[in-house]
Each structure stands twice: as structure tokens, then as C-alpha cells.
């Protein structure tokens, strides 16, 4: 079975690797659809991202679907044929942490295609994938494209989460990436009123627009667009910061309201912060980092046509053609969310 493989930066191959057969409690499944991830990009770009960089090959990939092929001893609940969305998260559910039911901070944490850890944690974007069956969320009904969403949908569902009360709030979205068209998705579904976007491309921001943002601004062409939210101390109950980038961050904060909840989501390195600001309007300031129990949730709200990610599945491209998928998926002129079909 064919596996993609990054070996350094820009260095990308599809390698052979054996098919492994499902144990105890575990299913075998034949990858439909994968999602390049930021982080995926991250290690194709630069070989990694800030102090976490690539030690030896590694499978990339972590936001994947697929239909399973067997069922390992005592599989219940599972068919064979089932269209799943696996969750990446695999913590070791005996440590401090996860004692404590924070499962995404996990100190044996085995996220897949992830270099923070060595050896590396290897990916999912291989055609044949062994999952623990607590994994797998039953997609039924679902596109393998929707369901291989889950993964990005569940990181803002985990921060919409941490946000506190949504009802009727305030909200601005820094960074419209696919992170941040699915926090706008999110906020909407939790009662958000006004939802405003930034981002420095006009195409993402037309996604924005189409995720239900009543107000897109390009920082690119007016970086004081968000003056206009600035009277009075501030508008905005909840920021979204999804783009990692200190300017974002700062403009953000300026046009908060005192008591407001910034959830930072984006990882661009460690950044400067306007700490006065911060303090004298009392704001709270929360890091956000992936999810657990979110994933099943948002299987379960795409399922019930709640929150509707299709249209920014922006393309598809054939496994053969990974390396073209790669390139397009950086290029926020033209794609939210590039996929690469395992089929
Ligand atoms: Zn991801
Ligand atoms: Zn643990």
C-alpha cells in the first residue's frame, strides 16, 4: 500500500509500506479522502514548525475517512463497509491528564503525523490504516470529504468550547484559513450575532463571507480597518486569532471589549502582546490546542446538516498527484481545503 511520506522540507515521496492486520479492538480501514492540514504544510514548507522540526521520515496527514475493510477481536458497533472518520487523537488514557479528562494534553500523546514527539508519530495518509475502533466515527450518510473535515471542524468546536456563552456575542475571526472559516461555522451554530473576519486575500475572505461573516475587512489593503470597531473601548466579546501573526493579534485586542475571551488558535512562534491592553480592559486570554470528545461532535452536526462544510472543500486531486495537492493547498488564493483521494 502506498503511503505519503515527508523526508524534508519540499521532499515529498509516496513510499510502499506493509499492510498491516487489525488486533484485538481494532479495525483495518481503506482510506478514502485525506485533508492537508497547516501543520502538514508546516513540515512540506520548512521541515517543521518553530522548535518542532523533522528527525527522520515521517507519514504525514491526520484529518482522514474511510470504509472499513475488517474488524479486529471484539469490534462491536462497527461494519465492515462503514464509511468512518477517524480521529487523530490517541492519548494514553493513563496519565495525569487524562485522569483529569484532558485528554488533548495527553503526556503520551500519539497524535498522528506529528514530529513533536521521537521517534515521530507516524500519519494516517496511507491506503490502508489500522485504528483503534474508539477512533472511528461512524459517518454514514456523509461524503468521505465531509467526514474527513471532522478532524479541522473539532478544533473549533474545542475553542467555541472554551469560549464560554456564544449567545448573541460579539465575535471577530483573525485569519481565514480553514481554521478560521470553521470557527465562523462554529460560532454561527452557537448563537453567535455579529461575526466579523480579517484575513490579506480576498478570496478567502469571499469563504468567509459564505461561512456567514457579516463583515469581511483585508487588513492587506487597510490596516486600520478595524478602527471602525474601536469606540467606546472596543466591540467584540470573542476573538478568534486563527492566523498566528502578532499584527492580527494586536489589532484584534484593540478593537475588544473589556471582559472579552481571546482564543488563540494560531501557532505562527511566540509573539509580543500588547499587555496593557490585555490588563486595563480585564480581557482573558486562552490557548486553544486540538480536541477530543469535539471530533464525535462534529461528525454528529455535519451528520444532522447542521453545519455544512462542502463548499469549502475547494479541491480533490488522485493520491498520484500529492505533490501538486501540497502545493495547492498553501495557495489562499485559490484553497481552503485541498484533499488528496486514497482511493
Ligand atoms: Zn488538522
Ligand atoms: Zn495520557
Redesign the pocket.
Known sequence: MKSIVIHAAKDLRIEDRDVAAPGPGEVQIKLATG?I????LHYFNHGGFGPVRLKEPMILG??VSGHITALGEGVTGLSIGQLVAVS?SRPCGNCRYCHEGRYNQCLNMRFYGSAMPFPHIQGAFRQVLVADAAQCAPADGLTPGEAAMA??LA?CLHATRRAGGMMGKSVLVTGCG??GILCILAARRAGADLVVATDLSEFTLSKAREAGADVTLNMSKDAEALDRFTPEKGTFDILYECSGAAPALSAGISAMRPGGTILQLGLGGDMNLPMMAITAKELSLKGSFRFHAEFFTAVSLMQKGLVDVKPFITQTFPLKESLAAFEMAGNRNQAVKAQIEFA
Do not use: K
Open positions: 485533508g492540514c497547516g501543520s502538514d491526520h484529518e487523530p478532524e479541522p478544533v480553514p481554521i
